[in-house]
C-alpha cells in the first residue's frame, strides 16, 4: 500500500523510512523479546542458532515492509515466508505460533510508528494510511507462510505415503523380506512394528480412496489393507465401519513375518465370494474356515467327491439333493432323526426314510469313520456350489 498524500509537505515518504529504519535494530530486539517471552514455542534463549534465525527474519520482515512503503510498485519476493512456513512445518508445528509471533510483531511496529509520528509531523490520516499498510503486509506475509506451510506437509505427506507403500510392499512380499530391512522402513514410515496383523482384499470395483478415513497405523495399497493389531479394543469394530458396503475379506490375525499368507487366504476369500461360494459383501475369514479349506483343491476335492458321492449318482438330482442334505445334517448334528429334522424343518418321519435309503445305499461305510469325515468334506463342498449357483 502507498502512502497517501495527505502527510505534512515538510516530511517526505523517505523522511519517514529513514527515521524508521534508524531504529530497525532497536525494534527487533523489541520484537523477538516479545516473542521469546509470550509465545513458548519460541523461547529457546541457550539457542544461539535459533535465536540467530529468528533475528534474520524479524529483521527481513521490517525491511520489507520498509521497502514496500518506499517503491510500492516494486515487485514483492513471497519465497523467504514460504521458506518461513515450511520451516513451521518441519518443526511439526501448526500455523497458530507464527501468525501470533507476527502479530506481535505488527503490534511492536505500531508503537515504534506512533513514537515518530509527532517529530514528523504525520497527520492523523497518514498515520492511519501507515497502520493499514502494516496489517495489510502481516496478511501477506501470513499468506505466503500459509503456502509454504501447505507445501511442505504436502511433500511430507507424500513422502511419508510413499514410504508406507514401500513398507507395504516390503510386507507382503514373497519370500518375505529382511526384519532388518522392514524395521529400517517402518523407523522412516513412522510405523510401530506389531506383533500380529491381518490383511484385508478389497474387490477392484471398491477403490482403497473409496473408503473413508482409516485408522492412522493402517497401510493401505491398491485392493489391499493391512491392519496391525487387530484383535486390539475396538479394532474389529471400527475397521467393519470402514468396509461396510464393501466387498472385501479380511484375513486371519498371523504374525507379522506371515502378513502375506493372511492376505492369501483373504484373497480366495473374496474370489470365492465373487463366484457366489461365500456370501457377497464383507466377510471375515475366521468366519468360514472349512469352507476355504475345502476349496483349497478344488481338484482333489471333486475328485474325492466323485468316490464319496458315487451312490447317490444314479438318482434323480432332487433324490440327491434331498439325500445329500440330510446326510451332511447327520453328520455334522448327530444321529438322532429328531436333531436332523429339526435341522431340516421336516418331519422325524421323514428324516428316518432319508436315513434307511442312505443306509442302502452306504451300507456298512456309514461305520467308517474316516469315510464319515470323507462324506462331510465332499458334501459341505456340495452344497457351497449349490448355494452359489
Given amino acids: 500500500m502507498a502512502i497517501k498524500s495527505d502527510i505534512s509537505e515538510s516530511r517526505t515518504t523517505a523522511d519517514i523510512v529513514k527515521a524508521l529504519r534508524s531504529g530497525i535494530g532497536r525494534v527487533s530486539e523489541e520484537v523477538i523479546e516479545e516473542i521469546q517471552t509470550r509465545i513458548p514455542e519460541y523461547a529457546r ?47 511439526g508445528r501448526n500455523l497458530e505460533p507464527l501468525q501470533a509471533a507476527m502479530r506481535l510483531g505488527a503490534r511492536v511496529g505500531w508503537r515504534r510508528l506512533t513514537e515518530v509520528a509527532e ?33 511442505a506437509r504436502a511433500r511430507v505427506a507424500g513422502e511419508l505415503e510413499r514410504r508406507r507403500g514401500r513398507l507395504l510392499d516390503l510386507l507382503l512380499s514373497r519370500p518375505p523380506a529382511g526384519q532388518e530391512a522392514i524395521a529400517d522402513l517402518a523407523r522412516a ?16 470395483q471398491h477403490s482403497t480412496r473409496r473408503l473413508p478415513p482409516l485408522p492412522p497405523d493402517v497401510l493401505a495399497g491398491p485392493e489391499r489393507l493391512l491392519v496391525p493389531d487387530p484383535t486390539g479394543p475396538g479394532r474389529a469394530q471400527s ?31 473374496l474370489e470365492l465370494s465373487r463366484r457366489g461360494v461365500l456370501p457377497r459383501g464383507l466377510l471375515r475369514c475366521e468366519d468360514h474356515m472349512a469352507t476355504l479349506v475345502v ?18 449318482a444314479h ?8 439325500l445329500a442334505e440330510t446326510l451332511l445334517a447327520w453328520l455334522r448334528h448327530g444321529r438322532g432323526a429328531g436333531e436332523v429334522a429339526a435341522r431340516l424343518h421336516v418331519h422325524p418321519q421323514t428324516v428316518r ?20 469325515f470323507e462324506l462331510e468334506i465332499a458334501l459341505r463342498a456340495r452344497q457351497a456350489v449349490m448355494s452359489g449357483r
Avoid: N
Fill in 239 to 269: 475397521l467393519e465401519r470402514a468396509l461396510r458396503g464393501h466387498l472385501a475379506a479380511i484375513g486371519p490375525a498371523v504374525p507379522l513375518a506371515s502378513a502375506a499368507t493372511s492376505l492369501r487366504w483373504a484373497g480366495e476369500a
Fill in 315 to 322: 438318482l434323480r438330482p432332487t433324490q440327491q439333493d434331498r
Fill in 353 to 372: 426314510y432319508r436315513l434307511r435309503q442312505l443306509e442302502e445305499l452306504y451300507g456298512d461305510q456309514l461305520a467308517d469313520p474316516d469315510i464319515r
Fill in 295 to 312: 476349496f483349497k483343491d478344488e481338484e482333489l476335492v471333486s475328485a474325492l467327491a466323485e468316490v464319496r458321492l458315487a451312490p447317490l
Fill in 45 to 91: 534463549p541457550s539457542d544461539e542458532l535459533y535465536i540467530k534465525v529468528v533475528r534474520m527474519a524479524v529483521e527481513q520482515a521490517i525491511e520489507g515492509f520498509l521497502d514496500r512503503i518506499e517503491s510500492p510498485d516494486a515487485p514483492w519476493d513471497p519465497e523467504p515466508f514460504r521458506m518461513i512456513g515450511k520451516g513451521e512445518a518441519a518443526e
Fill in 119 to 151: 517529530p514528523l509531523g504525520l497527520s492523523p490520516r497518514a498515520l492511519y494510511d501507515v497502520g493499514e499498510a502494516i496489517f495489510v503486509y502481516l496478511d501477506q506475509l501470513a499468506d505466503a507462510a500459509a503456502e509454504g506451510f501447505e507445501e
Fill in 189 to 204: 514410515a513412522g510405523w510401530r512394528l506389531p506383533k500380529t496383523v491381518a490383511c484385508v482384499a478389497l474387490d477392484d
